[in-house]
């Protein structure tokens, strides 16, 4: 046993009051009338030995309660708990079954259930146990409970899903579920051992020190397994010559083998490929020439003939054949250098297609602005009244506007659509050497993410904006004069670029910034998302930047089911893609579809190392004598927690208050008597 607070034990000193009150006895004689006191005799008074011990447990109650209380507060704590003196060591079980997509190749889920309902055979009277399930993330099935029928029952309810394993969510279970360590704990992970479970730091599976892990392999040592690791090429078709897919086969096997490719659209059979694919290698194979229908179609690749995991035999592809999103860029420069650094940048975009139509003002005036998903107007100061109205209204009903500010607008002096005031900032010497740099960006801003700041670009000439209260100041020069400007307007915005997209004004079209500036500018002006039509079980798909004007989102899975309500259509900023299949995506701009496949390294079958499932389990209780193999383990004494004694004397310190207050009274009714 041992004291957390020992210097609390001096206030037992304090045990010699109740004896001092107990030993005092206040002189309090009975006083009678007498008519004579001649016939008493004088004698001296002494007290002293007449003192003596009365109520001797009251005495003792108030002895007991100095003494809890300083034990009490010392906390002492014993080694080992009293439940465990003449009885087996009650211990907290977790039966971690992993349920990602690998356990549903042939066999692995039987072996499981049968490992795991051993475990629950095994179960001590005192012990007690929990399910759970890994993969993708943890579950915690059951409370802690000795009811071997419902464990049983539990276990009997789960099935491999289609998601992927970490082995850094079996740690924070046992932590989370035993945080004080009140129970030695048993951690029986039953499992295929995949190397691709491990996280890549290894602290995050560091076991607690209350925690022994038990492992059960469930794979079979000649286990393999063929997939389809990735598709590749003209997935965007519209415009594409001779679109071309590439298709890698990855083999987990020692032994090569021979498998057919088979291409699908909508269910049709577009073409077939064979080939070898050899022993742990890959094999491409290639589909040119296909003609995918307009819009979006659900193209598939199937390896036949299957194996044991059929889960990543078929891969999907949501093949885009849309039309690009229409930029309408207006400019005044005849040589149209800026519309020529501006359609090779938005050109570059290979994840958000956009097609550049390039016009003067006044052949603008004809085209219709809600034809475009986005109108950039380049240093543009003639707009006629009508169109520059239009432009407005169009803008406030959700449409954006990016202007670039050039000698024209500057003369100007205000900005098309927007009506912020402007003027002409000091012309700099440019052979001098003279020019300013880009100060704060607001990389929080989704225009800004992926823009990395715009280091060596030189600003030689700059308009001066005026931006009010509402506006938002994104980019600023290092004086402190706002560069890029977003101004609402209505449900849409306005961009203002307070300089030109030319060479003239600045160095920044020739510099490696320019083309991801531009892009995602675009993109989030546009609301052209990023290429998310090919994604991973598991992950989320972002809805805000596809919104236009807080239009509603409608998603259906690919089971037919809405997976939005009515509120969250128009609320909710993502949603979790957590089934194979097809999601389609129903909002203002038309039926989007998004391929979501398993991860692909949940094919790989390469099990853990041996050394490294030696140093995990050497990282728990019991580290000292580290299991060998999975499944087979040296047992190790278990150590019970030690119990905290403090927490029962309290218990009993109430007690002995309340009975020396009952007795105490007594005593003070019976000296009122007397």
């Known amino acids: 046993?041992?004291?957390?607070?020992?210097?609390?034990?001096?206030?037992?000193?304090?045990?010699?009051?109740?004896?001092?009150?107990?030993?005092?006895?206040?002189?309090?004689?009975?006083?009678?009338?007498?008519?004579?006191?001649m016939f008493f005799e004088k004698m001296k008074e002494s007290r002293l030995l007449e003192r003596r011990l009365r109520y001797l447990l009251l005495l003792a109650l108030r002895l007991a309660l100095i003494v809890l209380a300083a034990l009490a507060f010392a906390k002492p704590v014993w080694e080992r708990s009293a439940s465990t003196a003449f009885g087996e060591i009650p211990a907290l079980h977790l039966i971690v079954l992993d349920t990602s997509l690998s356990m549903s190749a042939a066999g692995r889920w039987d072996r499981a259930v049968a490992a795991a309902e051993a475990i629950v055979a095994d179960l001590s009277p005192n012990d007690r146990a929990q399910v759970l399930a890994v993969g993708p993330g943890i579950s915690v099935i059951?409370?802690?409970?000795?009811?071997?029928?419902?464990?049983?029952?539990?276990?009997?309810?789960?099935?491999?899903?289609?998601?992927?394993?970490?082995?850094?969510?079996?740690?924070?279970?046992?932590?989370?579920?035993?945080?004080?360590?009140?129970?030695?704990?048993?951690?029986?992970?039953?499992?295929?051992?995949?190397?691709?479970?491990?996280?890549?730091?290894?602290?995050?599976?560091?076991?607690?020190?209350?925690?022994?892990?038990?492992?059960?392999?469930?794979?079979?040592?000649?286990?393999?397994?063929?997939?389809?690791?990735?598709?590749?090429?003209?997935?965007?078709?519209?415009?594409?010559?001779?679109?071309?897919?590439?298709?890698?086969?990855?083999?987990?096997?020692?032994?090569?083998?021979?498998?057919?490719?088979?291409?699908?659209?909508?269910?049709?059979?577009?073409?077939s490929?064979?080939?070898?694919?050899?022993?742990?290698?890959?094999?491409?194979?290639?589909?040119?020439?296909?003609?995918?229908?307009?819009?979006?179609?659900?193209?598939?690749?199937?390896?036949?003939?299957?194996?044991?995991?059929?889960?990543?035999?078929?891969?999907?592809?949501?093949?885009?054949?849309?039309?690009?999103?229409?930029?309408?860029?207006?400019?005044?420069?005849?040589?149209?250098?800026?519309?020529?650094?501006?359609?090779?940048?938005?050109?570059?975009?290979?994840?958000?297609?956009?097609?550049?139509?390039?016009?003067?003002?006044?052949?603008?005036?004809?085209?219709?602005?809600?034809?475009?998903?986005?109108?950039?107007?380049?240093?543009?100061?003639?707009?006629?009244?009508?169109?520059?109205?239009?432009?407005?209204?169009?803008?406030?009903?959700?449409?954006?506007?990016?202007?670039?500010?050039?000698?024209?607008?500057?003369?100007?002096?205000?900005?098309?659509?927007?009506?912020?005031?402007?003027s002409v900032a000091p012309l700099q010497d440019r052979a001098g050497a003279e020019f300013q740099i880009a100060g704060q960006l607001d990389l929080s801003h989704a225009a800004l993410g992926r823009v990395e700041r715009f280091r060596g670009v030189k600003f030689f000439r700059q308009a001066r904006v005026e931006a009010t209260e509402v506006d938002d100041v994104l980019v600023s020069l290092a004086d402190g004069s706002p560069l890029l400007i977003e101004n609402p307007l209505g449900a849409g915005k306005v961009m203002v670029f307070a300089s030109s997209f030319d060479n003239v004004w600045n160095d920044l079209p020739v510099q490696p910034v320019f083309v991801p500036f531009v892009v995602?500018?675009?993109?989030?002006?546009?609301?052209?998302?990023?290429?998310?039509?090919?994604?991973?079980?598991?992950?989320?798909?972002?809805?805000?930047?596809?919104?236009?004007?807080?239009?509603?989102?409608?998603?259906?899975?690919?089971?037919?089911?809405?997976?939005?309500?009515?509120?969250?259509?128009?609320?909710?900023?993502?949603?979790?893609?957590?089934?194979?299949?097809?999601?389609?995506?129903?909002?203002?701009?038309?039926?989007?579809?998004?391929?979501?496949?398993?991860?692909p390294r949940e094919s790989n079958f390469r099990p853990l190392e041996s050394d490294t499932l030696t140093l995990w389990q050497a990282t728990g209780r019991g580290g000292t004598e580290p299991t060998q193999t999975a499944g087979v383990g040296a047992e190790s004494p278990i150590k019970p927690p030690p119990l905290k004694i403090w927490r029962f004397l309290l218990l009993l310190l109430v007690v002995v208050v309340l009975v020396e207050s009952v007795i105490g009274n007594q005593h003070l009714n019976v000296r009122r008597e007397v």
């Open 520 to 599: 995602e500018l675009a993109r989030y002006l546009s609301g052209a998302a990023e290429d998310t039509h090919q994604a991973t079980v598991d992950t989320s798909l972002a809805l805000a930047q596809r919104r236009e004007g807080g239009a509603a989102i409608q998603i259906v899975d690919p089971a037919g089911d809405r997976a939005l309500s009515l509120s969250q259509s128009v609320e909710q900023t993502d949603v979790a893609l957590d089934q194979l299949g097809f999601y389609e995506m129903q909002s203002a701009r038309g039926v989007e579809l998004i391929a979501v496949n398993p991860d």
């Open 273 to 422: 490929e064979s080939q070898e694919v050899p022993a742990m290698g890959r094999a491409a194979f290639t589909f040119a020439g296909f003609e995918p229908p307009v819009g979006f179609s659900r193209a598939s690749f199937e390896i036949t003939p299957g194996d044991d995991l059929a889960g990543d035999d078929v891969r999907l592809v949501a093949i885009d054949n849309s039309e690009p999103e229409p930029i309408l860029f207006v400019t005044s420069d005849r040589r149209q250098r800026d519309a020529l650094y501006f359609g090779a940048a938005v050109g570059a975009s290979r994840s958000a297609r956009f097609k550049l139509e390039v016009t003067s003002a006044g052949e603008a005036e004809r085209r219709k602005p809600d034809y475009f998903a986005l109108i950039v107007l380049s240093d543009i100061a003639n707009l006629s009244t009508g169109f520059e109205n239009k432009l407005r209204e169009w803008t406030e009903l959700g449409g954006a506007v990016l202007v670039a500010i050039g000698p024209a607008v500057s003369t100007r002096g205000s900005v098309p659509v927007s009506g912020r005031r402007v």
């Open 1 to 37: 046993m041992s004291l957390l607070s020992p210097w609390f034990l001096l206030g037992a000193l304090a045990v010699g009051l109740p004896l001092w009150l107990h030993l005092l006895q206040r002189d309090n004689p009975v006083r009678l009338p007498f008519a004579s006191l």
């Open 142 to 271: 059951t409370e802690r409970s000795n009811d071997k029928v419902e464990l049983r029952s539990a276990i009997a309810g789960l099935a491999p899903g289609v998601g992927r394993n970490s082995y850094s969510y079996v740690v924070e279970a046992t932590r989370s579920l035993a945080p004080e360590g009140d129970l030695p704990v048993e951690v029986h992970l039953i499992s295929d051992l995949q190397n691709s479970a491990m996280p890549g730091r290894f602290s995050e599976v560091a076991l607690p020190t209350f925690a022994k892990l038990d492992v059960t392999n469930v794979a079979e040592p000649n286990d393999q397994n063929w997939a389809i690791e990735s598709v590749r090429g003209d997935v965007r078709a519209f415009g594409a010559e001779n679109p071309k897919l590439e298709v890698t086969v990855a083999g987990y096997s020692l032994e090569a083998a021979r498998k057919t490719v088979t291409f699908k659209i909508d269910g049709n059979v577009i073409g």
